[in-house]
Structures are given as C-alpha cells and as structure tokens.
C-alpha cells in the first residue's frame, strides 16, 4: 500500500473533524498530484446554491450541522465517481462520515476493481477546530453549529479511524500546523516514511 499514491492513480482519503483542513490540503495535493478533488460539502453546497432539487433536500440539515442520509449521499458519490476524470485517482474530501458510506464506497471502488490507497487522518485540538471554523464565517460557522458538527464527527465519523486501521490504510498527520508543513508531511506520510 505504501507508495501507491505515486503510481499515477492515488486514490486518497482525507479525514478529519470539521476544520482540520481536509479542504485545505485535498486542493493542495490535487495540484500536487494531478487528480480532482471530491468534496461532498462542496458538491452539497454548490446544489443549495443553485436551489437544485438536491439543495432544497439537504439545505436545513447542512445548516444544523447534522448529517445528510447515508443513501443520498451514496447516490451524489456514485454519480460523480462515474465521471471519466476520475480514472487518474481522486482525493476524497467529507466522504464517506458513517460506516455504511464507507462500506458503500468499497462497494462503488469494488465493482471498478479499485480501491483506496490510504486515508489521511489530520489530528488539530478541538480549541483549534473551533477557532478556525468561526475565523473562516461559512454559513454553517456559527458556534453552535460547529459545536453540532463536532459531536455528529465524534459520534458518527470517528468510528471510522478504527474502521480504516485495521485495512493498514491510516496515515496519522499532525494538523496543527502551519500549512504548508502539513502538506509535506502529508506527501512523506503517502510515501509511507511518516
Ligand atoms: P464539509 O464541507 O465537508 O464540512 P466539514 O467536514 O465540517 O469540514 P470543513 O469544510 O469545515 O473543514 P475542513 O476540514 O475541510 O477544513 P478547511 O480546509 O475548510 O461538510 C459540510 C456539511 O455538509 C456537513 O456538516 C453535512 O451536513 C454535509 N455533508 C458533507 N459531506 C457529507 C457526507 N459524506 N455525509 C453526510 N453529510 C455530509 O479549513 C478550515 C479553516 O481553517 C479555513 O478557514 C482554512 O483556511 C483554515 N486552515 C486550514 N488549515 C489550516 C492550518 N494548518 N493552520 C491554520 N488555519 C488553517
């Protein structure tokens, strides 16, 4: 596993708590590597934007900081994995948040004959999380709202660390720092020095 995300295809996983610069770090290594960003968020909010009927669905439990269904978010997933730029890999962004979004994303990478390479776990203080979050001013950055997420994160997605160790796909990354070190780590960590 270590060193496949050098193979021309990484297919990398970014996971974290709500700002602990997924978002950051996947438009880095993309540019980095080569390959498209699939940021769940984004795709969700892109579709409130634009009042998609997707949009009109998700818009209130975006806002409360809770968790949009695991099978609407398998639908946006599969859809977009369909498309043809992902044969060059990808860098998974908010996806998958429960088990059966990871068990559904096997499945998706399964019937394509692939799977993931690693998952990059980025570690930040919760001060820190909450700090940043309410810095950056996104709709759903009221304090209240990111203290929701941190619990749906802690309750719903946590699990998943254990879930993803035990596959020896964990790459542990400190986060809490400035970030362009994070990114050089994260790259050392994928060519399984870290
Ligand atoms: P999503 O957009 O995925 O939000 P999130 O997980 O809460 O993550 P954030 O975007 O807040 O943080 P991040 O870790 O990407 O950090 P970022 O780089 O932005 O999801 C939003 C909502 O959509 C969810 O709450 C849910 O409702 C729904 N949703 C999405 N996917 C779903 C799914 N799979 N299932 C169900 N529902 C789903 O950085 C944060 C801030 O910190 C920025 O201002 C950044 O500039 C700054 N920063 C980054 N790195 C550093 C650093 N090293 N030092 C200092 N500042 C930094």
Same mark, same amino acid.
Do not use: C, W
């Given at each position: 596993? =270590? ?20 978002? $950051?770090?996947? =438009?880095?290594?993309?540019?980095? !590597?080569? &390959?498209?960003?699939?940021? $769940? +968020?984004? /795709? !969700?909010?892109?579709?409130? =934007?634009?009042? =998609?009927? !997707? ?9 409360? +900081? ?10 946006? &997933?599969?859809?977009? /994995? ?21 068990? $559904? ?73 400035? &970030? ?7 790259? $050392? ?6």
């Amino acid at each position: 596993m =270590a060193g496949e995300a050098d193979n021309g295809t990484p297919r990398i996983l970014m996971f974290g708590p709500p700002g602990s610069g997924k978002g $950051t770090q996947a =438009a880095l290594l993309a540019r980095r !590597l080569g &390959v498209p960003v699939i940021s $769940t +968020g984004d /795709m !969700l909010r892109q579709a409130v =934007a634009e009042s =998609a009927p !997707l949009g009109e669905r998700v818009a209130r439990i975006m806002a409360s +900081g809770g968790l949009v269904d695991d099978e609407t978010m398998g639908e946006v &997933v599969a859809e977009r /994995m369909g498309h043809p730029d992902i044969r060059s890999g990808f860098l998974l962004d908010g996806y998958p948040r429960t088990v059966p979004q990871a068990e $559904t994303l096997e499945l998706i990478l399964q019937q394509r004959g692939e799977a993931l390479d690693a998952v990059v776990l980025l570690d930040v203080p919760e001060g820190e999380l909450v700090r940043r979050t309410l810095n950056r001013r996104r709709d759903d950055d009221d304090e209240t709202v990111i203290r929701e997420r941190l619990r749906v994160y802690r309750n719903k997605t946590e699990p998943l660390i254990g879930y993803y160790r035990d596959q020896g796909l964990l790459r542990l990354v400190d986060g809490d720092r400035p &970030v362009s070190e994070v990114a050089e780590e994260i790259l $050392t960590a994928l060519k399984g020095e870290g």
